[in-house]
């Protein structure tokens, strides 16, 4: 016999499992659309903006923001195995050497997706003037500054270091001297 709080637990995790299957399916057909998903965050990162300046508040909800999209950032442009701490496949740094693609720690995809929650949460907090707690937000800026300069100077410096760039278009072409590429495997 089902006690009654199973009875109305049953058709929400029913909802909760429709919801999160729809928005799968959603997230799998954007995950080919590139342009137009960055143009969706910049559209949401320019709303919120907007929204906090009008507002003229949320500065620690933005300071929020700014702190997780850098945490992000700083994923995405960091190797999946740091040559720092573990043995592994290193990255090519001789013409000669194989081509290693560059693999991230976080997928470009999944830092869209997380971007873009984060500023949609932070839309949502402005709603609420609990969020809203006066701070004088210079202060805020460049702390923030700081430590972007900071972290990214750091960050640099391993990439120089090791010798990887976190932006690769893929294998480099070779041409002949003619200008002909060469071909791979002659018949």
Not at 75 to 103: A, N, R, Y
């Amino acid at each position: 016999m089902d006690t009654p709080v199973e009875d109305a637990a049953l058709p929400m995790s029913q909802l909760a499992f429709k919801f999160n299957q729809q928005t799968q399916i959603l997230l799998d057909r954007l995950a080919p659309l590139l342009a137009p998903r960055w143009v969706a965050w910049v559209v949401s990162l320019l709303a919120y903006a907007v929204r906090v300046w009008l507002l003229r508040g949320f500065y620690i909800v933005t300071y929020g923001l700014g702190i997780y999209n850098l945490n992000l950032l700083l994923g995405f442009i960091t190797p999946q195995v740091d040559p720092e701490l573990e043995e592994g496949p290193e990255l090519p740094t001789k013409s000669d050497q194989e081509f290693k693609p560059f693999v991230r720690r976080l997928p470009e995809f999944k830092f869209w997706w997380s971007s873009i929650k984060s500023l949609w949460i932070g839309m949502s907090m402005t709603l609420f003037t609990m969020f809203d707690v006066p701070v004088f937000w210079p202060i805020l800026l460049l702390y923030w500054l700081l430590l972007f300069s900071v972290t990214m100077k750091r960050q640099i410096k391993h990439m120089i270091k090791y010798r990887y760039l976190p932006f690769t278009t893929g294998k480099k072409k070779y041409t002949t001297p003619g200008g002909k590429k060469e071909a791979a495997a002659a018949n």
